[in-house]
């Protein structure tokens, strides 16, 4: 990931090209700082945020194009001062059991002007050091010195862009990072393509081997989710897990809800729950243009649960009576996520022909509603 570029895709004109890098400068409201949450996917809670920068205004336009501006004019050490020194005025409101990442190059990094304001900052405890990269590391003697006295006060450091650019493993095993982040470009088919899967788990081994965490970044869609958990990938950011915001957020209860069944799932054989796919659910109450939404929103979806007001299901709609107009409300089994495949199989069996091979409703302990298992998955599931 580039300089201030989010862990997901953004859509956003350049800035206007008659606005410089020194005019941007002379403006001290630019850059804005965002954060992005980092979410320890074991224990599906946030636990570090990374910080970047947003420019606005007359200066509207994608971070990349503003630090690539202060490299061809020789100021990018200036405006990366500028960032640090305002995420080190946010990092102490930082909440507790976090850390705050911010990204750095090695030119800057290695500056005495950096330096300098990082030791008069004291500790760096609690904050990650993000190494990006425009060009190779030609000499890393001036560069290490930097990570070393970063280390000294308490802060760690991070390789950007793993698998991808000039984030290669011999600069991974110079810097002998605490994080290793992997590119959005592993991430984006580990769902569709085995090879990406091994490569990511090789990364992961690779990554332990060295006494470092992986983060995944760019996660968009559930099933990149579903299969980064099952690899033991520990850290993860990306739009689906919380966009950059102007406050410190938290997990949404969906996705907490999923990695929480995803770890009971872990702990017991069998279970359901690490079958379930997360889909939206549609509020009993809706009128059927509300329906049609919904169901346009899962264009994959040939059912949708119904929940009541506390999120517990109801039971299924089918994608062909709604758009029929006709929508009635099919009972199904209900299932907790912790229960073993032949025991979900068996009661899935047990309905009525007509609803005999709809999909289940899974749940968590407390009943609310965690997502719907089709029953191809579950009887391969059952089946090896």
């Keep these: ?183 959005r ?32 970044e760019g996660i968009e869609r559930i099933e990149e989710l579903d299969v980064l958990c099952s690899l033991g990938v520990p850290l993860a950011q990306g739009y689906l897990l919380g966009r950059p915001n102007d406050e410190w957020t938290t997990l949404a209860a969906p996705i907490s809800d999923r990695l929480a069944a995803r770890m009971q799932s872990a702990n017991e054989k069998d279970a359901v729950g690490a079958l379930s796919e997360l889909r939206p659910g549609i509020r009993a109450g809706s009128d059927v243009d509300e329906m049609c939404a919904a169901f346009d929103a899962c264009p994959g979806a040939a059912h949708l649960a119904l929940l009541d007001e506390h999120d517990r299901p109801l039971g299924l709609l089918r994608r062909s009576d709604v758009e029929r107009r006709t929508p009635s409300l099919r009972h199904t089994v209900i299932v907790a996520a912790a229960t073993p495949f032949s025991e979900a199989a068996t009661r899935a069996m047990q309905r009525p022909e007509e609803t005999r091979f709809d999909p289940i409703v899974c749940t968590l302990s407390s009943g609310r509603y965690f997502g719907i298992i089709a029953l191809e998955r579950l009887v391969t599931s059952l089946a090896r």
Aim: aromatic letters at 6%.
């Design 1 to 183: 990931m580039s300089l201030g570029a989010p862990g997901g895709r953004h859509a956003v004109s350049s800035p206007d090209r008659a606005a410089s890098i020194h005019d941007l400068l002379a403006d001290p409201q630019q850059p804005r700082l965002v954060f992005q949450p980092i979410v320890d996917l074991h224990r599906g809670i946030v636990a570090g945020y990374e910080c970047l920068s947003r420019f606005v205004g007359p200066f509207a336009g994608p971070p990349d194009v503003w630090f690539d501006r202060a490299a061809q004019s020789g100021v990018t050490v200036e405006l990366e001062q500028r960032v640090v020194c305002r995420a080190l005025e946010a990092w102490r409101g930082l909440p507790d059991d976090t850390f705050l990442s911010l990204n750095i190059s090695p030119e800057a990094l290695a500056s005495k002007e950096l330096q300098t304001r990082l030791r008069d900052a004291g500790s760096l405890h609690r904050l990650v050091f993000e190494i990006t990269e425009h060009s190779a590391v030609s000499d890393y003697r001036e560069l290490l010195e930097a990570v070393r006295s970063v280390r000294e006060a308490g802060g760690r450091i991070a390789v950007d862009d793993a698998g991808a650019g000039y984030a290669s493993l011999r600069h991974i095993l110079e810097l002998r990072p605490d994080f290793v982040k992997l590119d």
């Design 185 to 216: 470009s592993l991430i984006a088919s580990v769902d569709q393509d085995p090879a990406m899967a091994a490569v990511v788990q090789m990364l992961g081994d690779f990554a332990s081997g060295i006494d470092s965490w992986v983060v995944a």
